[in-house]
Structures are given as structure tokens and as C-alpha cells.
């Protein structure tokens, strides 16, 4: 276990002394997700809300500002780590995936820990200013402030697997363009971010499925606006750990199968 | 010791122009090769280029698996305890990837050596003692992007050495550097074996690197073994005969007509150019003509003005092996 720490430690350090070396960095790391979040806020604000709110109740002028806000923050997280995942994919053109590789380190410390360091450096800002808003200009108050915290929590443990799972596939995938196209902006559009997934098109709500940060989503709007039953908080966090034990099992797979296939191809050497 | 024993590699691969529509083939890397590297002995790896040298290095190194064969270090399969391997071996390749540019050299090698589990405290102690075998200690903690190609190289050959691995694999070590660090590399290579040990593997396009340094030869093509042994015996079975060059007063009718029969005697060509009075003479012959020319020479009291055995060498029995085989 000390091992398992001092890998993901170690790649921690090096994620962030490899990417995070300028101020400058932080300063688009705050500004963008800032301009994408105002943007989204502007673009519903002119609307009437008073169709949707018959379909969801807590959903009104009022509570719009918060409701896109935890949308925002939500996708921050799952965003960053598809970027990261991305990013280390990069470390096949560099060569040094090949040396990760060499070594006898455990292949999921090496993603944990880099997910965790695309976490910890690239999302703190934002959260700081998400907090700020609330505080400052939210109408609402937390409807049930601890399972709130716990689906906080739940979204980050959520994120991260999700950020194992994309890391493990942007290594073994040469063509990891392919998959960034994929998962980056269906993502925001199907899981919820803006429009939630309950007034969508059945089909839309199928794919929505697929993507973790529907969950995520979903149960933090449920802890923010709503007082939740017991049996309701029990299926709604059942429902995502189920989420995060599949994950984490694909993810299992994908290290495994992967590391064997490049063996074999020897596609590990090539970009 | 590492024992290659009949390891062959076949890429399965896909051509073709349209995506939709790619034919399946399958390329030969490396066919029945059989390869040993003992502790303490540098040995070469040599070949053109697509001969099958990086393959055979990285189903060393637990990179590739063979697709037959099998490959053991110290008695132990590569394949069956790949990750007891990893701790023993360690791969250094020339050019200026491998290494994150941003990081600096220490922070490089704190990363590397974390990889393989080493405790903090070892870990430091090792990368000083390496730092200052290389000879980074004043540029270790400036970023990397800042180092010069001999410097990189040099920082890469400390990685290869964090684990304080058995093996080395050396794959073109020198590659783009000048001549006075590449030579410092070269002894550095030497010390490795000789003080620390370790067996090395080296492939090298710059043959009389390996000449200087390598007890013993591969030669692989298409990846089949051509020949093994050291780049004496390369260059003897390459070329098949031996030139002995001298020059000498000129010789006249019948002493310049009792050496012709003296060189058929030896079964030899010779040639004769005259300049300025003297005459250079080359005897060659697949004999070991020595001790009888030079027993004719003395007793014939020719005037000699210089004398010397061309020999084959490395370099050129390489290029000899790859014009016959073109």
C-alpha cells in the first residue's frame, strides 16, 4: 500500500510540475470554465420558466442561477478529467509512456494519480468561485445540507473513476482525437448540464445513461432544491455506486487487456 | 544471465489505403534467435535498419512478449514473472525523448525511481551517486528543456540506472552526440560492465563504438542471426584473406621473378607499383602467410622501407556481410 501511495504521489507531483507551471495556466483555468458558465447562465435567464416548472417544480427564476451553477461545477470536474486523460495520452508521443510501462508500478496508482493531480490543480479555482456565487447572489438554500455533502463527495469519487476509466482507454487508443470528440461536448448536451435530462427525448435520456455525470448531476439538483425520503436517497446513491463499481471493474479490464494487447502489437511505441 | 532461446516475433498488421477495407498481414521481426548476455560482458547488437534489434531488446525488457520462444533472465521467464523482471532490467535509448522536458533532472529521477518502489532515502542517495557518475551535479536541478543533447543523454543513462538494474539495454546510446561526450559515454558503458557488472546489450549504428566495446557480436538481418562471435572472427570469416602491404627498393629481373614464385608458392595475388625507386608491393593470400615472408624477406635482404597487415575490420566486414546479402 505504501508502494500503491508513493506512485500515485509521485505522479501527482510530476502531472503538476509537467503542466501546472505557469500562473498563467490557472488564470484560463478559471476564466474559461468562468465565460462558459456565464454563458450558459445568460442563455436561459431571458426564457419563462413557468411550462418547465410544471414538469420540475424547483426549477424557476429563482433557483436558475443555482441550478445551472451545480450543473457547471458537476461537468468542471468530469470535463477536466477527459482533458487530463487526453493529456496523458500525449506521454505515448513523448516516449515516456513506454518507460511508465517499463517499470514494474502499478498501472492504477499511475492513473489515480493522475487524475487526482488533474483534480486538485485544475478544479479548485473554479469551485472557489462556484462557492462564492452561491453564497453572494443564490436565492436558494440546501434543502438537505449533509447528503448534499455526501453527493458532493460521491460526485468526486464518480469523477475520478470516471477519469481512470478515459485514461486507461486514451493510452490503448492510438486515436484518442476519436474518443475526445465523443465524450467532451455530448457529455455537457446529454447528461444534463443545462437541460435537464427528464424533459428530453426518450432517446436522448437513453444516452444520457452511459454517461456517469447524469447521476452526478441529478442527486446533487435532488439534495439542493428537494427533501428526499429515505428510500430515495438509498436508490439514488445505490444506483451510483453501481455506477462507480463498473466502472472501476472496466477500468481493471482495460489496464489489463490493454498492457497485454500492446505486447503483442507493439502499438505502444506508436503515435 | 540472459538466454534468448529460438524467440521469434510476428507483427500482425493491417494495409491498405482504405480505412474500411485494410488486408490483415503479418511481418517476420525476429525469427528463431538464439542470444546469451552474461554479467559483467558488453554485448553488441548489430544490423541495419528494420533488422529486428529494437524488437529483441524490448521482449528483453518485458515490452513485447515473443510470439515463440523463450526469453529468461537468470533462470526466470520473461513472460511468466514479467514484473520480478522490470525490477532487473532497464532500457536507455539515444535521441532526446523519454524524458519530461519541464521536470527538471532530479525531479525526472526522483519520478523514475518512485516507479520502481525505491524508499525516499535510498532513492536520494542513489540519485546523487548517479548524478555525479554521469557528471550532472552542477545542472541536475535546472529543468530539462535547458540541457543539451549530451546532457539529456547523460540524465537518460542515470534513469536506465535508478533501479540499479542487472541488465542494460542500450539501444544507440550515442546517437547525435559529439565525439568527445559520445566518448565519455563509451566509458562510462565500459565501467558499467566492468565495475558494476551489469550485463549490457548495445545496439550501435556507429560500428567502431561497438568495436571498442563489446566482448562479443550479434549480427541479426531480416531478423535472423547471421553470425555470432567477436569482431575478430567476424572480420575472418567475412574476408577470407589477409594483405600484407611493404614497401621496398625495387627488385630486379631474376629476384623480382623468384618472389613471383615464392608468392605462387603461397597461393597469392601480388601487385607491384613503382614510384620514386621504391616498390610497394600487396601479397594477398587466404594463407597465413606471415612467418614465410617474413623469413623470405631476411633471407633475400630486401630493403624494406615499411611493412604492414591489412586486416579487415569491423566496419567493413558490416558492410561486406550487408553488400553480399543486398
Known amino acids: 500500500m505504501k508502494v500503491f501511495l508513493g506512485?500515485?504521489?509521485?505522479?501527482?507531483?510530476?502531472?503538476?510540475?509537467?503542466?501546472?507551471?505557469?500562473?498563467?495556466?490557472?488564470?484560463?483555468?478559471?476564466?474559461?470554465p468562468m465565460i462558459t458558465f456565464v454563458?450558459?447562465?445568460?442563455?436561459?435567464?431571458?426564457?419563462?420558466?413557468?411550462?418547465?416548472?410544471?414538469?420540475?417544480?424547483?426549477?424557476?427564476?429563482?433557483?436558475?442561477?443555482?441550478?445551472?451553477?451545480?450543473?457547471?461545477?458537476?461537468?468542471?470536474?468530469?470535463?477536466?478529467?477527459?482533458?487530463?486523460?487526453?493529456?496523458?495520452?500525449?506521454?505515448?508521443?513523448?516516449?515516456?509512456?513506454e518507460l511508465v510501462y517499463l517499470s514494474p508500478a502499478s498501472r492504477l496508482a499511475i492513473v489515480l494519480g493522475n487524475c487526482l493531480s488533474a483534480l486538485v490543480n485544475s478544479v479548485w479555482l473554479f469551485l472557489v468561485f462556484m462557492v462564492g456565487i452561491q453564497l453572494t447572489y443564490s436565492e436558494v438554500l440546501i434543502q438537505s445540507p449533509f447528503w448534499f455533502t455526501m453527493a458532493f463527495i460521491m460526485m468526486i469519487v464518480m469523477s475520478v473513476l470516471w477519469g481512470m476509466l478515459l485514461n486507461g482507454l486514451f493510452i490503448f487508443t492510438r486515436d484518442s482525437s476519436f474518443l475526445f470528440?465523443?465524450?467532451?461536448?455530448?457529455?455537457?448536451?446529454?447528461?444534463?448540464?443545462?437541460?435537464?435530462?427528464?424533459?428530453?427525448?426518450?432517446?436522448?435520456?437513453?444516452?444520457?445513461?452511459?454517461?456517469?455525470?447524469?447521476?452526478?448531476?441529478?442527486?446533487?439538483?435532488?439534495?439542493?432544491?428537494?427533501?428526499?425520503?429515505?428510500?430515495?436517497i438509498f436508490r439514488i446513491f445505490g444506483i451510483m455506486t453501481l455506477v462507480c463499481i463498473t466502472m472501476f471493474i472496466l477500468t481493471l479490464l482495460i489496464l489489463h487487456y490493454g498492457e497485454k494487447y500492446n505486447r503483442k502489437t507493439g502499438h505502444l511505441a506508436l503515435f | 544471465m540472459i538466454k534468448i532461446n529460438n524467440v521469434s516475433k510476428i507483427y500482425e498488421m493491417k494495409e491498405g489505403n482504405n480505412p474500411f477495407k485494410r488486408k490483415k498481414i503479418e511481418k517476420l521481426a525476429v525469427s528463431q534467435l538464439n542470444m546469451q548476455i552474461e554479467k559483467g560482458k558488453i554485448v553488441g547488437l548489430l544490423g541495419v535498419n528494420g533488422?529486428?534489434?529494437?524488437?529483441?531488446?524490448?521482449?528483453?525488457?518485458?515490452?513485447?512478449?515473443?510470439?515463440?520462444?523463450n526469453i529468461t533472465i537468470d533462470g526466470e521467464d520473461v513472460v511468466k514473472n514479467r514484473m520480478e523482471i522490470k525490477k532487473r532490467v532497464n532500457m536507455i535509448t539515444g535521441g532526446e525523448r523519454m524524458i519530461y522536458w519541464r521536470l527538471t533532472g532530479?525531479?525526472?529521477?526522483?519520478?523514475?525511481?518512485?516507479?520502481?518502489?525505491?524508499?525516499?532515502?535510498?532513492?536520494?542517495?542513489?540519485?546523487?551517486?548517479?548524478?555525479?557518475?554521469?557528471?550532472?551535479?552542477?545542472s541536475i536541478d535546472i529543468p530539462v528543456e535547458r540541457y543539451s543533447k549530451g546532457m539529456k543523454q547523460r540524465l537518460q543513462i542515470a534513469r536506465g540506472m535508478i533501479n540499479d538494474p542487472d541488465y542494460l539495454m542500450l539501444d544507440e546510446p550515442t546517437l547525435g552526440l559529439d565525439a568527445p561526450i559520445a566518448k565519455e559515454i563509451r566509458t562510462y558503458i565500459?565501467?558499467?560492465?566492468?565495475?558494476?557488472?551489469k550485463g549490457v546489450l548495445l545496439t550501435s549504428h556507429y560500428i567502431p563504438e561497438v568495436e571498442e566495446l563489446c566482448d562479443y557480436i550479434y549480427v541479426v538481418h531480416e531478423g535472423q542471426l547471421l553470425f555470432e562471435g567477436t569482431s575478430k572472427t567476424l572480420s575472418s570469416q567475412v574476408f577470407d584473406t589477409k594483405k600484407y602491404v611493404?614497401?621496398?627498393?625495387?627488385?630486379?629481373?631474376?629476384?623480382?621473378?623468384?618472389f613471383y614464385d615464392f608468392a605462387q608458392s603461397l597461393q597469392a595475388n601480388i601487385?607491384?607499383?613503382?614510384e620514386d625507386g621504391l616498390q610497394r608491393i600487396v601479397l594477398e593470400s587466404r594463407l597465413d602467410c606471415h612467418e614465410a615472408l617474413m623469413n623470405y624477406i631476411h633471407k633475400n635482404r630486401f630493403l624494406i622501407h615499411n611493412f604492414r597487415v591489412d586486416e579487415a575490420d569491423l566496419e567493413s566486414s558490416i558492410i561486406e556481410l550487408s553488400r553480399r546479402l543486398a
Open chain 2, 271 to 274: 601487385q607491384i607499383d613503382e
Open chain 2, 106 to 138: 532530479r525531479e525526472n529521477l526522483m519520478y523514475f525511481g518512485k516507479l520502481y518502489g525505491i524508499e525516499k532515502s535510498v532513492l536520494e542517495s542513489r540519485i546523487n551517486k548517479l548524478v555525479s557518475l554521469v557528471g550532472l551535479e552542477k
Open chain 1, 7 to 32: 506512485i500515485v504521489g509521485a505522479e501527482m507531483r510530476k502531472q503538476y510540475k509537467n503542466y501546472f507551471h505557469s500562473k498563467f495556466v490557472y488564470f484560463s483555468l478559471f476564466l474559461w
Open chain 2, 190 to 197: 565500459r565501467s558499467l560492465a566492468e565495475k558494476e557488472g
Open chain 1, 181 to 232: 470528440t465523443i465524450l467532451e461536448e455530448p457529455m455537457e448536451i446529454f447528461a444534463g448540464v443545462k437541460v435537464p435530462v427528464s424533459i428530453m427525448p426518450l432517446w436522448a435520456q437513453f444516452i444520457a445513461g452511459f454517461f456517469p455525470l447524469t447521476y452526478a448531476i441529478k442527486t446533487l439538483r435532488m439534495f439542493m432544491f428537494e427533501q428526499v425520503n429515505v428510500s430515495e
Open chain 1, 39 to 97: 454563458n450558459g447562465y445568460y442563455q436561459f435567464k431571458p426564457f419563462d420558466f413557468s411550462a418547465v416548472s410544471k414538469t420540475i417544480p424547483y426549477l424557476n427564476e429563482k433557483s436558475l442561477l443555482s441550478f445551472v451553477l451545480i450543473g457547471y461545477m458537476a461537468m468542471i470536474f468530469f470535463r477536466t478529467l477527459v482533458q487530463s486523460a487526453w493529456r496523458f495520452s500525449m506521454e505515448r508521443t513523448a516516449g515516456t509512456l
Open chain 2, 51 to 69: 533488422a529486428g534489434k529494437t524488437t529483441t531488446i524490448k521482449m528483453i525488457s518485458t515490452l513485447l512478449e515473443p510470439t515463440s520462444g
Open chain 2, 246 to 258: 611493404f614497401e621496398t627498393s625495387a627488385l630486379k629481373d631474376e629476384k623480382l621473378k623468384a
